[in-house]
């Protein structure tokens, strides 16, 4: 337990200094490992580090510290007894003093949260899509990538700030108004605004493979869009609000929010003054015609700010925002969740920041994924997640369909698997992995009798869980007091490796902020799930007539409980109250 190991360290330090070596607390906590057998011990130090410095072997080392520190280890309630075993040093620990140390605090309200982020800003651009564009798949994994991880920043104690960088503003709105002069419906706007754009879109890139001149029609309305003009303007704002309306309701499905909804258009006013500064600072050069950064030196295309006629682009937009973020952010780190297509984009714009001399230029940090493939489209290549959602959401209630629910019970449950069962299975893996969307996959472990790394198989485990807990409070009365427990009583080696693993919660938080990598949390969900499912199928009954033992037992599936939920919440899964 994190005590344990800072005690261990303190006294390997000092004994290793009394033996003339050095040896920080930090660097004796970071060298202890696992002994490879438990029968030997615990925790491991390994001496061969030692070596150098002492000239000396390390098994000699070995036996110099364990008589050094033998006499405070016996002392320390925590520890049961070191030995040498040739290069290594072997503690065990006391079962019940570091059972009671772990399932204390992790029965404990806010098990997990950390401080280190405190007074510190995380600024993260995620989800992003673009107006009148659906809202597709690779929007999905920037969602639930940049969720998961404003929420870890955030249980570290940092403030996250999310924006939602629209890409409402561009020439695809000039060919848009174009469409809907020419062939828009008010009605069905209203019904089906997303739908019914994308229709328009989709109509005119048509139309404009028969007849070239609309795409000048298309300019055309852009330039009045861009000169502000009212009636363009009046269009932009409509389908801007229409579509954000879809899109909120999208997020909501999905327990998403956002401090910010900055959209490319919020920055239009800053894009001139950029341009200035760059031209003053001599980055920029004229290329055809066109206003670029040069990036020759580092091997990639120039950086396009200004094209011939006058039009500004992404790079120009995303250049602007970074400066007003930083202004009124102070980030400490600035994450964007975009997949790993955009990668040279990014490297350019960060490159462009470096050279204007900002220092914060580094705290920037393209955070790039997968993408996902082996979907059904009804469109083209675009996706609609909504209906996505809607077709998981079907074979849910089939497969959970004669289970005795309410009506607006079953609504609520079988929304909370689908969602659960799509977002945990985008983050259940590294995200820069590209993954086939199965939902036979995805559910596995929904069918009674099944199991699978899921979220509805963790879903299902916490309720499991919970249910475990009514039982005994209908058997034995009010949950135990976690200080008042036998923990000897939890001395099985399938509960010894179970608060092992909860003991690793916090650390493990910390690992996933610092990689920026969800994944690591639902690894670590299907791992405490697994582990106390081996513990309970392994014949320890929870509840039973056994007051101590029950009490013991049901502590531990407590801070189980607790700590899956809390992994899951992180991962934006929902929890539904029985399943
Ligand atoms: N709207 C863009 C797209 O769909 C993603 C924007 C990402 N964020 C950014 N600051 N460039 O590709």
């Given at each position: 337990m994190t005590?344990?190991r800072?005690?261990?360290?303190?006294?390997?330090?000092?004994?290793?200094?009394?033996?003339?070596?050095?040896?920080?607390?930090?660097?004796?906590?970071?060298?202890?490992?696992e002994?490879?057998?438990r029968?030997?011990?615990d925790?491991?130090?390994?001496?061969?580090?030692?070596?150098?410095?002492?000239?000396?072997?390390?098994?000699?080392?070995?036996?110099?510290?364990?008589?050094?520190?033998?006499?405070?280890?016996?002392?320390?309630?925590?520890?049961?007894?070191?030995?040498?075993?040739?290069?290594?040093?072997?503690?065990?620990v006391?079962s019940?003093?570091h059972a009671a140390g772990v399932l204390r605090a992790a029965t404990d309200e806010g098990y997990g949260r950390g401080?280190?982020?405190?007074?510190?800003?995380?600024?993260?651009?995620?989800?992003?899509?673009?107006?009148?564009?659906?809202?597709?798949?690779?929007?999905?994994?920037?969602?639930?990538?940049?969720?998961a991880?404003?929420n870890i920043?955030?249980m570290l104690?940092?403030?996250?700030?999310?924006?939602?960088?629209?890409?409402?503003?561009?020439?695809?709105?000039?060919?848009?108004?174009?469409?809907?002069?020419?062939?828009?419906?008010?009605?069905?706007?209203?019904?089906?605004?997303?739908?019914?754009?994308?229709?328009?879109?989709?109509?005119?890139?048509?139309?404009?493979?028969?007849?070239?001149?609309?795409?000048?029609?298309?300019?055309?309305?852009?330039?009045?869009?861009?000169?502000?003009?009212?009636?363009?303007?009046?269009?932009?704002?409509?389908?801007?609000?229409?579509?954000?309306?879809?899109?909120?309701?999208?997020?909501?499905?999905?327990?998403?929010?956002?401090?910010?909804?900055?959209?490319?258009?919020?920055?239009?006013?800053?894009?001139?003054?950029?341009?200035?500064?760059?031209?003053?600072?001599?980055?920029?050069?004229?290329?055809?015609?066109?206003?670029?950064?040069?990036?020759?030196?580092?091997?990639?295309?120039?950086?396009?700010?200004?094209?011939?006629?006058?039009?500004?682009?992404?790079?120009?937009?995303?250049?602007?925002?970074?400066?007003?973020?930083?202004?009124?952010?102070?980030?400490?780190?600035?994450?964007?969740?975009?997949?790993?297509?955009?990668?040279?984009?990014?490297?350019?714009?960060?490159?462009?920041?470096?050279?204007?001399?900002?220092?914060?230029?580094?705290?920037?940090?393209?955070?790039?994924?997968?993408?996902?493939?082996?979907?059904?489209?009804?469109?083209?290549?675009?996706?609609?997640?909504?209906?996505?959602?809607?077709?998981?959401?079907?074979?849910?209630?089939?497969?959970?369909?004669?289970?005795?629910?309410?009506?607006?019970?079953?609504?609520?449950?079988?929304?909370q698997v689908?969602?659960g069962a799509?977002l945990f299975y985008d983050l259940s893996r590294n995200?820069?992995?590209?993954?086939?969307?199965?939902?036979?996959?995805m559910?596995r472990g929904l069918?009674?009798?099944e199991s699978g790394q899921t979220g509805p198989y963790l879903q299902y485990t916490h309720t499991r869980l919970a249910s475990l807990e009514r039982q005994y409070?209908?058997?034995?009365?009010?949950l135990?007091?976690p200080?008042?427990v036998?923990y000897?009583?939890l001395g099985e080696d399938a509960a010894r490796a179970l608060i092992t693993h909860i003991e690793k919660f916090p650390e493990l938080l910390r690992h996933a902020a610092?990689d920026?990598e969800p994944a690591q949390v639902s690894r670590y969900a299907i791992e405490i799930a697994e582990l106390f499912n081996s513990f309970y199928s392994g014949g320890h009954k929870v509840v039973?007539?056994?007051?101590?033992?029950?009490?013991a037992r049901i502590t531990l599936a407590n801070a189980t409980r607790r700590t899956l939920a809390t992994s899951l919440g992180l991962l934006g899964v929902p929890l539904p109250a029985r399943m």
């Amino acid at each position: 337990m994190t005590d344990t190991r800072s005690l261990l360290a303190t006294l390997l330090s000092q004994a290793a200094e009394d033996a003339g070596a050095t040896l920080s607390t930090d660097e004796a906590r970071d060298l202890l490992t696992e002994p490879p057998r438990r029968e030997m011990g615990d925790i491991a130090f390994p001496c061969f580090v030692l070596s150098k410095q002492l000239r000396t072997s390390p098994a000699a080392i070995a036996t110099t510290l364990c008589d050094a520190i033998a006499g405070a280890v016996s002392d320390a309630p925590a520890l049961g007894g070191v030995n040498a075993a040739g290069p290594y040093l072997n503690f065990t620990v006391d079962s019940a003093y570091h059972a009671a140390g772990v399932l204390r605090a992790a029965t404990d309200e806010g098990y997990g949260r950390g401080s280190e982020g405190e007074g510190q800003t995380i600024g993260i651009d995620f989800s992003s899509p673009n107006i009148a564009k659906p809202f597709g798949i690779g929007h999905l994994r920037s969602t639930s990538i940049g969720n998961a991880l404003g929420n870890i920043f955030r249980m570290l104690g940092y403030r996250v700030v999310g924006i939602n960088h629209l890409g409402d503003w561009g020439t695809q709105f000039g060919k848009l108004m174009f469409a809907y002069e020419s062939w828009g419906n008010e009605e069905a706007l209203v019904k089906d605004p997303i739908t019914h754009l994308y229709d328009l879109y989709v109509r005119f890139h048509k139309a404009a493979e028969e007849d070239e001149t609309l795409l000048d029609e298309g300019r055309a309305w852009f330039k009045r869009l861009e000169d502000g003009d009212e009636q363009a303007t009046a269009y932009w704002q409509r389908f801007r609000d229409l579509s954000l309306r879809e899109f909120e309701r999208i997020y909501e499905r999905l327990g998403v929010s956002f401090e910010h909804y900055w959209g490319e258009a919020y920055y239009n006013d800053m894009l001139a003054p950029l341009v200035e500064d760059l031209d003053r600072a001599g980055l920029t050069e004229v290329s055809d015609g066109a206003v670029v950064v040069d990036m020759s030196e580092l091997d990639m295309p120039p950086c396009l700010i200004v094209k011939a006629d006058g039009a500004t682009l992404y790079a120009t937009r995303d250049l602007a925002a970074a400066r007003y973020r930083y202004e009124q952010l102070q980030f400490k780190q600035f994450l964007y969740i975009v997949g790993a297509e955009q990668t040279v984009h990014f490297r350019q714009v960060f490159e462009v920041l470096r050279r204007m001399n900002y220092s914060w230029a580094e705290d920037c940090h393209h955070i790039p994924f997968g993408r996902i493939h082996g979907i059904s489209t009804r469109k083209g290549t675009l996706v609609f997640l909504d209906d996505i959602l809607n077709k998981g959401k079907e074979r849910v209630a089939e497969i959970m369909a004669d289970k005795p629910f309410s009506d607006q019970e079953r609504e609520l449950i079988t929304e909370q698997v689908t969602v659960g069962a799509v977002l945990f299975y985008d983050l259940s893996r590294n995200r820069i992995k590209n993954y086939d969307f199965d939902w036979d996959l995805m559910l596995r472990g929904l069918r009674p009798g099944e199991s699978g790394q899921t979220g509805p198989y963790l879903q299902y485990t916490h309720t499991r869980l919970a249910s475990l807990e009514r039982q005994y409070i209908e058997t034995h009365g009010e949950l135990p007091d976690p200080a008042a427990v036998d923990y000897a009583l939890l001395g099985e080696d399938a509960a010894r490796a179970l608060i092992t693993h909860i003991e690793k919660f916090p650390e493990l938080l910390r690992h996933a902020a610092r990689d920026y990598e969800p994944a690591q949390v639902s690894r670590y969900a299907i791992e405490i799930a697994e582990l106390f499912n081996s513990f309970y199928s392994g014949g320890h009954k929870v509840v039973s007539e056994d007051r101590a033992l029950s009490a013991a037992r049901i502590t531990l599936a407590n801070a189980t409980r607790r700590t899956l939920a809390t992994s899951l919440g992180l991962l934006g899964v929902p929890l539904p109250a029985r399943m």
